[in-house]
């Protein structure tokens, strides 16, 4: 048999050079090269054209005075910062608004989803028009009409709607009061938490109990109650440790308080109402890919509608709606760099707007925006690949 | 095998494209047979498409000079119109051949960006537009106020400057094109805009009420604005360059599109004769015809009447001459001579 083959010798052994193995190896070890190769002279082409051309290179403008001013920052910012710091406030904004965004666009979305599959005509045919509507208009558009939605009918600082004198609204944005901490109220903050270790706890003993004697407690209320309480409690005991900065009108507009800029609102607004859009749908098949016969088998023994929905319809659900909630949270981070249509300081509009033409540094400047939305996807995908698993049918 | 051609190709492609030998923006502009012009989105007297899709402008007057120069044909442009962010990679990646878009010359962009401004077409500076009903008649009245800005701009370091050293508080709310600034400033979401002076009276004729606004007489810094062109190719550089001056050169000898070919004709001035290649000096030495200087006059006008008619009096925003009147009528348009 060996003696057959022209490629094995008398030993019958097969070469190196022809064993599938080694050759699949070699092969990609090759590709991997090219790759970096091809790369690498990218790179060196780049770097050697724009010297060529007198255009500075390297990451030393981060240290510069970035000289201009931001809108709205989460951190202290002014214009004596650097340009590196101006990355990480357009940074900040960006997460606010995809935050936001997820939280909202969550809630509104499984709402309306459950809501299309309502046996109410009306209820579910408003859903229907909902999704139907806001999932078909470019959201580029829907953010332009929020801004200005929001913006036009809304009064002069001057004029400004209140509430109590010290809630206003107006075309620059809502003014709210902001508290601040004194002394004490750290142990608010410690009541919080014990109260939240109480809740869980709670539940795990709840549970134990029930699957060892069958008997139920409401774990989920007692917890709610615990940790709404107990921290108010603490508050009203220790003496009321916070008081409100109201918002004051002075000179243009409203200073002190907690102001909330009508970029910010018509950005989530938008982003929200169209990816809830999908969400919905998403949340829609989820629901209906759960075969009618399992609510059957459940009512069949004994379970009630509500803990039948609980623990029979939505943990099924939930491995088909996961997957695409997943790719929209990524769809609804990636949208929010449309904020530079409107003027949201995001890292779009602030760090690859203002700074990459202050500095020039294009290339330096895209491939670290570039970086961070990977890094912020990457990191969402993660989480919900976890959350998928850990929600996954256990095959036994 | 065809994925390793393919790789070397792609890789010859780019080293061939990156390479750059002086004259070589002029050859190419020559052998494609127009001038790649980048100006702005739409800012009216500078360079903006009228309602026949022809662009018109004082900025756009630079480009139809250095096509008329090279060419004799002044019609011989494409424009790409850019945002304020987009334009100096516009120019640096070669997509255009020159950037005249009301762009100030200042040291960063002139000696970091790979640029060089070729001169200065617009002599402006940093100014304030506000609603007549807010009642402000400084801008040192305007601390706390919130300010509608372009994104990319000088003016957003000029504003940070201006109230840092006068100890004020701002709040700037920065778009990215100058019809989104006018558009919030419409809306009411700041209480001013501000930009260059001469955009303030171009912007205001945009609004429904262009009366209820008022630009306000502070000038809060120098913009001279100029046409850019990328750096090591001089040939490219002084034809740009010169063909600006030609025209500031013909406003002076009192040389216009009217009267250009009776001078030509007719003149005894020497130094008529040299601007309009009758004597004297070679176009050769730039790479262009003789009668260069003549094609330009013709075909564009000299400074004065692009001035006039695309910013000046016989346009809709009916700015003075101020600082651009010429060097010898109390200006600052001067240029050397052509001899």
């Known amino acids: 048999m060996a003696a057959e083959h022209p490629s094995q010798d008398s030993t019958g052994k097969v070469p190196l050079w022809r064993q599938p193995t080694f050759r699949a190896i070699v092969f990609q070890v090759l590709l991997v090269l090219c790759l970096l190769a091809f790369g690498n002279f990218l790179l060196s082409n780049t770097l050697q054209n724009m010297e060529q051309r007198g255009i500075t290179t390297g990451f030393g403008f981060l240290d510069n005075a970035a000289g201009f001013g931001i809108l709205q920052s989460l951190i202290p910012y002014d214009e004596t910062y650097t340009y590196g710091r101006t990355f990480v406030v357009g940074l900040l904004n960006t997460l606010l608004v995809a935050a936001l965004g997820i939280f909202f666009a969550t809630f509104l979305g499984f709402f309306i989803g459950i809501a299309r599959l309502s046996h109410n005509w009306l209820v579910a045919r408003l859903a229907t028009v909902y999704i139907e509507t806001f999932r078909n208009i470019p959201l580029l558009l829907q953010i332009m009409f929020w801004y200005f939605a929001v913006l036009r009918p809304l009064p002069l600082p001057r004029q400004s709607l209140s509430v109590g004198d010290s809630v206003f609204l107006n075309n620059r944005g809502l003014f709210l009061p902001r508290p601040i901490v004194e002394d004490g109220f750290g142990l608010v903050v410690a009541a919080l938490l014990v109260a939240i270790i109480g809740a869980v706890l709670l539940t795990r003993w709840a549970r134990r109990r029930q699957e060892a004697s069958g008997q139920q407690f409401p774990a989920g209320l007692s917890g709610f109650v615990l940790i709404i309480g107990l921290p108010l409690l603490t508050y009203w005991v220790s003496g009321s440790p916070l008081h409100w900065d109201y918002p004051v009108l002075g000179g243009f507009n409203f200073r002190g308080g907690l102001e909330v800029i009508p970029e910010l609102a018509a950005l989530v607004l ?127 | 095998m065809t994925t390793t051609r393919w790789v070397i190709g792609l890789g010859a492609a780019l080293t061939l494209s990156g390479a750059v030998h002086a004259g070589a923006t002029l050859d190419a502009v020559k052998s494609k047979g127009f001038v790649q012009c980048g100006v702005s989105t739409g800012l009216p007297g500078f360079s903006s498409a009228d309602d026949k899709g022809r662009f ?284």
């Open chain 1, 270 to 396: 938008a982003l929200s109402i169209y990816t809830a859009a999908f969400i919905a749908e998403a949340v829609r098949s989820g629901i209906q890919s759960v075969s009618h016969g399992q609510t059957e088998a459940a009512y069949a023994l004994g379970l009630r509608p509500r803990v039948t929905l609980k623990l029979v319809i939505i943990p099924q659900a939930m491995r088909v709606i996961i997957p695409q909630l997943t790719s929209q949270y990524l769809n609804l981070t990636k949208n929010s760099s449309l904020a530079t249509a409107i003027g949201y300081p995001d890292l779009v509009n602030v760090f690859a707007g203002t700074t990459l033409n202050q500095t020039g540094q294009a290339v330096e400047v895209i491939a670290m925006t570039m970086g961070v939305y990977l890094l912020i996807s990457l990191v969402i995908s993660l989480f919900m690949n976890w959350y998928n698993k850990r929600n996954q049918l256990v095959e036994r």
């Open chain 2, 56 to 339: 018109t402008g004082i900025d756009v007057d630079m480009c139809r000079a250095v096509a008329a120069a090279i060419f004799g044909d002044a019609e011989k442009v494409k424009y790409n119109p850019l945002t304020a962010k987009e334009r100096f990679t516009a120019l640096q990646s070669g997509e255009i051949d020159m950037l005249p878009r009301n762009t100030t010359w200042t040291y960063t962009r002139d000696t970091s960006l790979g640029l060089n401004f070729t001169g200065v077409n617009y002599y402006d500076g940093q100014g304030f537009l506000v609603t007549k009903n807010l009642g402000v008649k400084s801008a040192l009245e305007m601390d706390g106020a919130s300010f509608c800005i372009q994104a990319g701009t000088t003016t957003e370091l000029n504003l940070a400057d201006y109230f840092r050293s006068n100890k004020m508080n701002y709040t700037p709310i920065t778009f990215d094109t100058s019809d989104q600034t006018i558009k919030a400033f419409e809306a009411g979401r700041c209480d001013a805009l501000t930009s260059d002076q001469s955009q303030l009276y171009a912007l205001r004729i945009k609004l429904s009420d262009p009366k209820s606004a008022v630009v306000l007489p502070e000038v809060i810094s120098k913009e001279p604005l100029g046409p850019v062109v990328r750096q090591g190719d001089d040939e490219w550089f002084n034809v740009v360059k010169w063909s600006l001056y030609a025209m500031v050169n013909a406003e002076e000898l009192g040389v216009t599109s009217a009267n250009v070919d009776e001078m030509k004709a007719s003149s005894t001035d020497p130094n008529v004769r040299r601007l309009l290649g009758v004597e004297g000096v070679k176009g050769e030495w730039m790479g262009l015809p003789d009668d260069w200087g003549y094609n330009i006059i013709k075909q564009v006008g000299n400074y004065g009447e692009a001035f006039d008619r695309n910013v000046g009096a016989g346009s809709a925003l009916g700015i003075a001459r101020g600082l651009n009147a010429l060097w010898s009528k109390g200006g600052l348009q001067y240029a050397p001579p052509i001899r």
